[in-house]
Every structure is written in C-alpha cells, then in structure tokens.
C-alpha cells in the first residue's frame, strides 16, 4: 500500500550554516491529484531541514511535487522478488488464505522446502 499525495512548496529559506527549509503544502482545486487520500480539501504540510548540498535546490518555491509514501519495510528488501513479496505480504495483511502467518523472505530462503517459491518470487518480479 502506498499513497501518493501532491505538494506545493510555498518557500524555501536558506540559513546562514549552509542549510535550506523548504515548505510544502497539499495542493488542492486539482481535480484527483490528491483524491487518493482526501476525500474533499486536502489539507497537509511538510517542513525539512536540507543540508546536504546534494539535495539542495531540487525543491524551488512555486513548484509542484509528488510525494510517495510506502512502508519502510518494502525498502529492507534486496531483490526485486524480496520487495515484492514483502509488499504482498503487506498487502494480505502478513496471513494465508487459510489464516496462517506468511512467513518471511528470509524464513523462505532458509527452508530448503521453500527454495522453489524464491525462485518463482524472483523470476515473477523480474518480469515486471
């Protein structure tokens, strides 16, 4: 499950040690930019602190921008199967059909009964 929310950036002030703060704001009166997560008008900020001059001024005042966000947990993973599966076991709610807990990537991995559902995991998620 993710949600992808549209932001503005209202302002951007720059600090006397280097860093930069932008200012966003959820854009509204754009039809189903944000309907996703908002049933009416959206309402949302967010204010960080930059300070790595490799991420600075990519947010510019004016501007608008996707924001996405999925559990951290998906991210973990190493490979394309691993992220996969963990986003259906996110999804299912981490039980089988029959109510039995999923097991993890890793348990998988390590059972040598399950070594063909990592392989189809990966071979699924390559062909995506």
């Not at 991995?109 to 990592?118: P, V």
């Amino acid at each position: 499950m993710k949600i992808r929310a549209k932001f503005s950036v209202s302002s951007v002030t720059t600090h006397a040690y280097g860093a930069e703060t932008p200012k966003l704001h959820a854009v509204y009166g754009d039809g189903k930019a944000n309907a996703e997560w908002a049933k009416a008008t959206p309402d949302g900020s967010l204010e960080m602190t930059i300070d790595n001059p490799n991420a600075q001024g990519i947010l510019l005042p004016g501007e608008e921008y996707f924001i996405d966000i999925r559990p951290a947990n998906v991210e973990e993973a190493t490979t394309p199967g691993e992220r996969a599966y963990t986003a259906y076991v996110i999804a299912v709610g981490g039980k089988a059909f029959n109510g039995d807990p999923l097991p993890t990537y890793t348990e998988m991995k390590e059972d040598s009964k399950r070594s063909h559902l990592i392989a189809a995991w990966e071979a699924a998620a390559s062909a995506v």
